[in-house]
């Protein structure tokens, strides 16, 4: 096959931050602190306990809601730093919060909280710039222990047959990594690096940022500039058309919407690609705006929208029509169950999550549409995501009602999300996502044909060979 591609992922972020606790699957509050327990007994004495993929539903019966409290026994007064699963909250308790110098609630330029009850924190931090407080004095490896952590992480994700993605975070500082990558043959994967830019960057960073839009290296390259116009449903931070259950969503992350199309024109007009994460209807239409308003310059691959969980018939209609490529991740409903008693779900009621994830009905419409993992929200795994896509429920799970089932893709519909899709969401359709004559040599080598393979038995189909830039990075055993 073409070599796979992840369309929307954060390999460099996960490779830091995935780490401690699985808490994938587990839904309970007491499978959640038993995980804990065990993560405590397996660090030594004084370490952060940490655990990643924590699901909101394990705090569905627990007054008070989501607390770093209900883990006092579990972590015996060492730190905690959990994250839940979509990497938008972090729950921490308070010798964490003491680390941190947090002890009341702050003011941010962005759609962020440290939440509190009578000014006292939670332990619940939503967004980036409140979970960052705490998340800045956890440690992690540095130097070459750091780059071995990442050129690890690349080669877990080449057994699965996975031979680049669009990664979705970034700044010049992680450029130059892959640049150190590269040169020291540590770097077995082909990477299109974003800039990050946010509510917070003035004029003066943009002048700095917009140069690097042409840096780039043999496996890796910039050109384009990824922006957050909203949240996540399931904590009201996503940017809704009419207010959700509780009478959130009606806000942006910028909190200046005029800003944020502003920094879309200067970043186009310098020649970037841009990428928006937008979940919610309004944010979807507010990002849409922005990219007719600035055009496409200097050869630029087509914008593109990440996510898009609820969609009106108006505004779909709008991606083929304008050119913007609709960036997928079906695996992100993992959490979403087919009789909406799910958070996502009850948050945004039955009409708009009757709108839920609609690959099919933007693919058939003319858009494109790459797919991709989120991880480490979710699974990097092509494979399983591919089960997703066309089953809409988890693979191996025929037990499990689909959601949205009128929404999953055919199986080529599928291979071609993580192939010529991915290419062509990149303009990079010229030379790669096809097996051919002068095109890159990426490829991916499966045991039999993965559209031809039951989607339920997808995610156990054999990876042969992985091959990056006419590099063998990965070969199974004989």
Avoid at 135 to 155: A, H, I, W
Avoid at 178 to 188: I, N, Q, S, V
């Amino acid at each position: 096959m073409p070599g796979l591609v992840d369309s929307h992922q954060h390999p460099f972020l996960g490779a830091r931050q995935a780490v401690g606790a699985d808490l994938t699957g587990l839904r309970t509050l007491a499978e959640v602190r038993a995980a804990v327990r065990a993560e405590r007994a397996r660090i030594p004495d004084g370490a952060w306990v940490r655990g990643f993929a924590l699901a909101y539903e394990a705090f569905d019966e627990i007054a008070g809601g989501m607390r770093g409290d209900l883990f006092d026994d579990d972590v015996q007064g060492s730190p905690l730093f959990l994250r839940c699963f979509d990497f938008h909250t972090a729950l921490v308790n308070d010798a964490a919060l003491a680390i941190a110098g947090v002890d009341g609630p702050r003011t941010f330029v962005e759609s962020a909280e440290v939440v509190c009850v009578d000014g006292r924190p939670t332990g619940e931090l939503r967004e980036w710039s409140a979970i960052t407080l705490v998340e800045s004095v956890v440690p992690e490896p540095t130097g070459d222990d750091l780059l071995r952590v990442y050129r690890d992480t690349f080669l877990r994700q080449a057994a699965v047959g996975l031979t680049g993605s669009h990664v979705m975070l970034g700044d010049p500082d992680l450029l130059v990594t892959c640049a150190e990558l590269e040169a020291r043959g540590w770097l077995p994967a082909r990477l299109v690096v974003p800039l990050r830019f946010e509510p917070t960057t003035t004029a003066e960073q943009l002048d700095d940022w917009l140069p690097h839009v042409g840096d780039r290296g043999r496996r890796w390259r910039a050109g384009s500039a990824k922006f957050f116009i909203d949240g996540v449903v399931e904590t009201g931070t996503a940017w809704l058309e009419e207010p959700d259950a509780e009478g959130r969503g009606l806000a942006p992350f910028w909190p200046d919407p005029a800003w944020y199309a502003e920094c879309v024109r200067r970043a186009a007009e310098a020649g970037f690609q841009c990428i928006t994460h937008a979940v919610g209807d309004r944010g979807v239409r507010c990002a849409l705006d922005a990219y007719r308003a600035a055009g496409r310059h200097g050869g630029a691959a087509p914008h593109r929208i990440e996510h898009i969980e609820t969609l009106d018939d108006a505004v779909l209609r709008r991606f083929a029509a304008e050119g913007v490529s609709a960036s997928m991740q079906p695996l992100h409903m993992e959490n979403n169950s087919a009789d909406q008693s799910d958070p996502w779900s009850r948050a945004l009621g039955p009409a708009r999550a009757g709108r839920a994830f609609r690959c099919a009905d933007l693919r058939r419409s003319g858009a494109r549409l790459p797919l991709g993992s989120d991880w480490p929200v979710a699974r990097f795994d092509p494979r399983y995501g591919m089960g997703w896509a066309r089953l809409r429920r988890e693979p191996g799970r025929p037990e499990r009602a689909p959601y949205g089932p009128d929404q999953a893709l055919t199986a080529l519909e599928t291979l071609e999300g993580y192939t010529t899709e991915a290419a062509r969401a990149v303009g990079e359709e010229a030379h790669a996502g096809r097996v051919s004559a002068g095109f890159r040599a990426d490829l991916t080598a499966f045991a039999a044909d993965p559209v031809d393979v039951d989607a339920d038995a997808l995610r156990d189909l054999p990876v042969l060979l992985t091959v990056v830039d006419g590099e063998s990075v990965f070969r199974a055993a004989p």
